[in-house]
């Protein structure tokens, strides 16, 4: 099992920067992928990135590719979301989920388990 815990978020200015954590618990954390999505209120869970057990392979929604950066360290079992030029439409609340695989994922039904989620607000 899995337990996923985030950080990081909060209120910053539109072109702003945010760096979230997530520190994840329990044994498999190196070999599975993992990723962030993102819900803001009244719309769905929203892919934003993903990276391989490995961090070699990465992906990004394109509504952030350019401006966020996902990494991980497996030795301190936590993956991170750098968020850079922040918009008013990145605002939201951020979940970190691991993948049922090594493979980078970019549904929510490729992932199995999730954090509480951290809220990020970007104002203009």
């Known amino acids: 099992q899995v337990q996923l815990v985030e950080s990081g978020g909060g209120l910053v200015q539109a072109g702003g920067s945010l760096r979230l954590s997530c520190a994840a618990s329990g044994r498999l954390f190196s070999s599975r992928a993992m990723g962030w999505f993102r819900q803001a209120p009244g719309k769905e869970r929203e892919f934003v990135a993903t990276?391989?057990?490995?961090?070699?392979?990465?992906r990004y929604a394109e509504s952030v590719a350019g401006r966020v950066t996902i990494s991980r360290d497996n030795a301190k079992n936590t993956v991170y979301l750098q968020m850079n030029s922040l918009k008013p439409e990145d605002t939201a609340v951020y979940y970190c989920?691991?993948?049922?695989?090594?493979?980078?994922?970019?549904?929510?039904?490729?992932?199995?388990?999730w954090g509480q989620g951290t809220q990020v607000t970007v104002s203009s």
């Open positions: 990276i391989s057990s490995e961090g070699t392979i990465r």
């Open positions: 989920a691991a993948a049922r695989s090594p493979v980078p994922a970019s549904t929510r039904y490729e992932y199995d388990y």
